[in-house]
């Protein structure tokens, strides 16, 4: 068993370095596929569009994504990004972080996901950066979780083709008993 953890674990660092070696051009062909069961775009993280101001209750739409992949199979948030695919960037995000920075939105983005998840499922988030059309993408990756994961203990989601999905209480249970 320790034996194929082990290979199970190079095989995952593997695909890993795979990815970031050609992560432009597979974003770019990521976005033309459009969302799926494993790849889900947003356009912001925390800018209402509509209303051209900081609305942090969106930040929660990106949180609700990113523990239903967790609860699911895993896979990819691309934060600006329209649901059409057309690429808005997450620069107005990161106009409300200090220093306009990458590196702080980073901070942000983390901090609230563990705060709402918690802080054990932050090994299986992962956060990069890439240039689109000269617009940045916040590329978040998600492996699936070893257990369940609830939103501030109450509320738990799952991934249902490509939509993000609450279960009650009986049906989380009912998913759990199978999924893991």
Not at 141 to 170: C, D, H, Q, W
């Amino acid at each position: 068993m320790a034996n194929a953890l082990v290979i199970l674990t190079c095989y995952d660092n593997a695909i890993l370095i795979a990815v970031t070696l050609m992560k432009i051009d597979n974003v770019e062909q990521l976005i033309k596929q459009g969302e799926s069961s494993t790849l889900e775009f947003k356009t912001t993280f925390q800018w209402d569009v509509r209303e051209g101001k900081k609305a942090e209750y969106l930040r929660d739409s990106c949180v609700k994504t990113i523990a239903a992949y967790l609860n699911s199979d895993g896979g990819m948030l691309l934060v600006g990004v329209e649901d059409n695919g057309d690429i808005f960037g997450i620069e107005k995000d990161l106009r409300l972080v200090k220093g306009n920075s990458l590196d702080q939105f980073e901070l942000l983005l983390t901090r609230v996901v563990t705060d709402k998840i918690g802080a054990e499922f932050a090994p299986f988030v992962r956060v990069s950066f890439e240039q689109v059309t000269s617009k940045t993408i916040c590329v978040v990756e998600v492996k699936p979780a070893p257990k369940p994961n609830y939103i501030e203990g109450k509320k738990f989601y799952i991934r249902t083709g490509n939509a993000t999905r609450e279960l009650s209480m009986a049906k989380a249970m009912e998913y759990i008993e199978m999924h893991w």
